[in-house]
C-alpha cells in the first residue's frame, strides 16, 4: 500500500493506475476507522480494480466549539487496517496541503446544505462539499464509496456530483451496526458504558417508527411524534432532530406513502450522533 501526503504525488500515482484502464474506487475518510468504513472498502474493492483511501480530518467542517481538537486520531491503526484490507492507496494528507495559504474557494450546495445537520451546524457542508470536491478532483476516481449513516451528507453530495457535472458514480453503502443496533461512528469512542447503553435509544426510536410505519401509518407528523416520544423515554439523550424528509432534497414530507428518510440526531452527555431509517415506497 502507497502512503502518500503530496496532492501532487496522489494525482500522478491516481492518473497512473486510471492510465493503466484500471477502475478506481475511493473511500474518503477523517479516520479513527471502524468496521463501517471496512464495509466502504470491501464494496470498492469488488467493485473496482484499485481502491483509494483518505484521511484527512477536516478543519472547515467543525464549527467553532465542536471536537475538531478532541477528534480521534489513529493513523497508525487506521494504516495497519487498510493494509490489511488491501488498499492500494492511502492518502494522508496534512491540513496546510489540502488548503495552502491564501486559499479562499469554497463549494457550496445552496438550499440543501441548510437542512438537517447544516441547519444545526451551519458551515458544516460547505466544508464537507469544499474538501470532497477537492477530493474528487485530486483522485478523479470512477466510483466514490460513502454510508448510508450520514444521509444528509450523501444528499448534499449527489446534488453537488450532479450540478458540477463531476464524473464518478457516487455509492452509498448501507448503515453498520453494532450487535445491539448502535450505529457505528468514530465518536462512539467518546461515550462512556452508560452513554453507550443510553445512545441505543436513537436506532429504538427509528425502529419504532419503522414499525409503525409498516403497519400503515402515513402522516409523518404522527411518525415524528411516535419517534420523539422514545427519545424522550431516555432522560440522558437531549434530542437536536428527528425529522422525516425527501431522502435526496431534505426537504420534509407530509407522508410517506413514496418513502422516506427517517433521521434523527440526539446529544448522548456531550457527545452527538445520528442515525436514520429509510421507509420504503407504499
Known amino acids: 500500500m502507497k502512503h502518500i ?17 484500471r477502475t478506481l474506487g475511493f473511500v474518503p475518510t477523517m479516520g479513527a476507522l471502524h468496521e463501517g468504513h471496512a464495509s ?11 481502491t483509494a483511501v483518505s484521511i484527512f480530518v477536516n478543519p472547515l467542517q467543525f464549527g467553532p466549539t465542536e471536537d475538531l481538537d478532541k477528534y480521534p486520531r489513529t493513523m ?4 495497519k487496517l487498510l493494509q490489511e484490507l488491501g ?33 444545526s451546524r451551519p458551515g458544516h457542508f460547505r ?28 444528499a448534499v453530495l449527489r446534488r453537488m456530483v450532479r450540478d458540477l457535472d463531476v464524473d464518478l458514480q457516487l455509492v452509498v ?4 451496526r453494532e450487535k445491539d443496533g448502535l450505529a457505528m461512528s468514530s465518536r462512539n469512542a467518546y461515550l462512556n458504558p452508560d452513554e453507550r447503553k443510553q445512545a441505543l ?12 410505519a409498516n403497519g400503515g401509518e402515513l402522516d409523518a407528523a404522527k411518525l415524528i411524534a411516535t419517534g420523539k416520544s422514545v427519545i424522550a423515554e431516555e432522560p440522558a439523550a437531549r434530542l437536536d432532530y428527528f425529522a422525516i424528509v425527501d431522502p435526496d432534497t431534505l426537504e420534509a414530507v407530509s407522508d410517506v406513502s413514496r418513502g422516506a428518510l427517517v433521521a434523527v440526531a440526539a446529544y448522548v452527555g456531550a457527545t452527538r450522533l445520528i442515525d436514520n431509517v429509510l421507509l420504503a415506497p407504499r
Open 5 to 21: 501526503e503530496s496532492v501532487a504525488e496522489m494525482k500522478a500515482v491516481c492518473r497512473e493506475i486510471t492510465r493503466r484502464g
Open 40 to 50: 466502504l472498502v470491501r464494496a470498492s474493492k469488488a467493485q473496482c480494480q484499485a
Open 76 to 79: 497508525e491503526r487506521d494504516s
Open 87 to 119: 488498499v492500494d492507496v492511502l492518502y494522508a494528507p496534512t491540513v496546510s496541503e489540502m488548503y495552502p495559504p491564501g486559499a479562499t474557494t469554497y463549494v457550496e450546495v445552496s438550499g440543501i446544505s441548510d437542512r438537517l445537520d447544516g441547519a
Open 127 to 154: 466544508g464537507v462539499a469544499t474538501v470532497v470536491a477537492k477530493l474528487f478532483e485530486i483522485v478523479r476516481p470512477d466510483r466514490a464509496f460513502f454510508g448510508q449513516k450520514d444521509a444528509a451528507q450523501v
Open 173 to 176: 453503502c448501507p448503515i453498520v
Open 201 to 212: 435509544v436513537l436506532n429504538r426510536s427509528l425502529m419504532r417508527v419503522q414499525h409503525v
